[in-house]
């Protein structure tokens, strides 16, 4: 079974702009989250999307958004960059094995804003 | 939320057991405890995941007193391979796949030295 696809690996923006982040889950699991992950805060909750519905959201701006299709594929987007949204993000799609719930997490893009 | 608090580094020995804990004081009863190991560059890696008591899969054992208000994750004889960011992550397992609301702990460096 193919893993979280995250694309693109590295991205470099300038400030002002826009970007937006795609995420190809696990065939079948229909959940997608995703994280920000910087060295000062960790990792950071988004939000999740649910059968192209937004279920939860973290506490960001609304600058950050995000969408889900009819395939679960899931995209992100980031208007109007500011320096400090330099950080790895990374998209986790969920699984149920037996009685456990988790996480498969994707290898993430890398964000660099200059 | 619950709250997660982790040590923020530890070091050992190669083939040394390793007991990494997690507080989470205001757990809600309907949470679940889980444990991910991340590698730099690399999203992080489902490990294990219990709700009381103890839990043991080949790779770790999750050990969850009554109150769970804690969790202990033990990684028996570590190896240089060991040495990664472990991450406590409390969260409610929502019915029909992914998590409803999730607090990713701030992580433990754990640095094995041979």
């Known amino acids: 079974k193919a893993g979280v696809t995250q694309t693109p690996r590295y991205l470099i923006k300038t400030r002002g702009q826009q970007v937006t982040l795609s995420c190809s889950p696990i065939?079948?699991?229909?959940?997608v989250s995703w994280y920000q992950q910087t060295p000062g805060q960790g990792l950071q909750f988004l939000f999740e999307?649910?059968?192209?519905?937004?279920?939860n959201k973290g506490n960001f701006p609304g600058r950050f958004s995000g969408r889900q299709f009819s395939n679960s594929r899931s995209e992100m987007n980031v208007s109007t960059l500011e320096l400090g949204d330099s950080a790895l993000y990374l998209c986790?799609?969920?699984?149920?094995?037996?009685?456990?719930?988790?996480?498969?997490f994707g290898s993430g893009t890398r964000l660099t804003v200059v | 939320l619950a709250k997660t608090t982790q040590p923020i580094s530890m070091d050992s020995y190669e083939g040394q057991e390793v007991n990494i804990t997690c507080s989470h004081n205001?757990?809600?009863?309907?949470?679940?405890i889980t444990w991910y190991q991340q590698f730099p560059s690399q999203g992080p890696r489902f490990i294990i995941q219990?709700?009381?008591t103890k839990v043991t899969n080949e790779v770790a054992s999750l050990f969850i007193p009554a109150d769970r208000k804690s969790s202990t994750l033990s990684l028996p004889r570590v190896s240089l391979s060991d040495t990664a960011v472990y991450y406590c992550?409390?969260?409610?397992?929502?019915?029909?796949?992914?998590?409803?609301?999730?607090?990713f702990g701030t992580g433990t460096k754990l640095q094995v030295i041979p």
């Open positions: 986790a799609s969920s699984f149920k094995t037996g009685e456990n719930y988790g996480y498969t």
């Open positions: 065939s079948g699991h229909r959940s």
């Open positions: 999307y649910f059968s192209e519905t937004q279920r």
């Open positions: 205001n757990i809600a009863t309907n949470d679940y």
């Open positions: 219990g709700y009381k």
């Open positions: 992550l409390v969260g409610d397992q929502g019915k029909s796949g992914g998590y409803q609301k999730v607090t």
